[in-house]
C-alpha cells in the first residue's frame, strides 16, 4: 500500500524551482534586428547560445513561493503553493523545495542535484511526512509532472549544451524581446529520460540568455510541451520571469496548461548552506520549510 501511495504522490512533488550577450545573426548573413544594447556582441553559433543559456544560473541562489493553477484534461482546476529555493555548489545547482498548500500535500519535500559533472549525475530525494526514509528516485522517473502540474520534473532542470546538435535559426520577437531562435535535439536517449523531452525549438532572450519560449516534442507520442514567459523583470540584478504558463499539447490541440505566478522571489541572499544537503532533509528540525524572505508580506 505505502509504495503505491509513494508513487502516485511522486507525481504531485519533487523539486521546484525558474547572462550576458547580445544580438544573433543567421548563420553567415547580417543581424536580423538591431542591437540590444550597443556593446552587445553579435553571436553566429548556436552552441555559443547554448552555453550562454546552459551558463545562466552560475553565481547565485535564490528562492521564492510558487503558485500554481493547474487546469487538467478533465477541465478541472486545481491549486499548488510551494516554496522553492536554489544554491550554486560551483558550476551546480542543488535545489529544495516543500509544499505548502493543500493540507493533503502540505509538507512533502524534495532535493535536487542538478550536476554538470559527468561523474555526478543528477540526483532527486524526496520526503514524506508519512515516510522515515528519505525516497531516492529513479532518473527515469524525471519525467513524471511537477505537483500534478504540466511541468515535468526534467525540465526544471538545465540542458548542457554539449548533450544537444543545435541550430541558430536567426533571431525574432517575442513579447517585446529580441530572442535568438534555435533548433536543438538531443545526442542520446539518456539526455531524452532525464528531461522526458525530445527536439524542438528553444528561444532564449538575446541580453540575458533566459529562455522565454520553448516548444518541445514530449517522449510521448503526438504530444508537445510550450512554455511561455508571461511577465518578466529585474530582481536583484537577476532577469527572471514572475508568471509562466506551462502547455501540453496534443495532436495539435492544447488539452491542458498550468499557470505559475512567484511571489517574494530573492536571489543572493545567503541562504543556509545546510539546507541544500541531503541530511538537512531528513531533519525534522530543519527550518527551511519555515523560511521567508523579507519581500513576504506577512498577514
Known sequence: MFDRNRKSLFALATAACALVAGMAQAEGAKP???????TSPTMTNCHEVMKAVQNRYN????????????????????????????????INRKLRSVVMD???????????????VEALPDKVWLKLPSAENVIDVKSEDLSQRLYGSDLAVGEMLIRQADDYDCKLLGTGEFRGYPVYKLYVNPRTEDEVIRLGLRDGELWADTETFM???????????????VLETLDLRWVDGVFAPEKYRVSTIKEGRVVSYSDFHTEGE????????????????SNADSGFKDFRSDRIVQN
Not at 493543500?102 to 554538470?116: G, H, M, T
Open 211 to 225: 529562455p522565454i519560449y520553448s516548444s518541445f516534442n514530449a517522449d510521448a507520442p503526438n504530444e508537445q510541451r
Open 59 to 90: 553565481g547565485y541562489d535564490s528562492w521564492r513561493i510558487v503558485h500554481m493553477t493547474i487546469h487538467d484534461e478533465t477541465g478541472a482546476i486545481k491549486t499548488r503553493r510551494i516554496a522553492a529555493a536554489h544554491k550554486n555548489d560551483g
Open 32 to 38: 536580423l534586428v538591431e542591437k540590444a544594447t550597443p
Open 102 to 116: 493543500p493540507s493533503e500535500l502540505a509538507n512533502i519535500q524534495s532535493f535536487v542535484r542538478d550536476s554538470f
Open 266 to 281: 530573492s536571489f543572493n541572499i545567503g541562504l543556509n548552506d545546510e539546507w541544500f544537503t541531503l541530511e538537512d532533509l
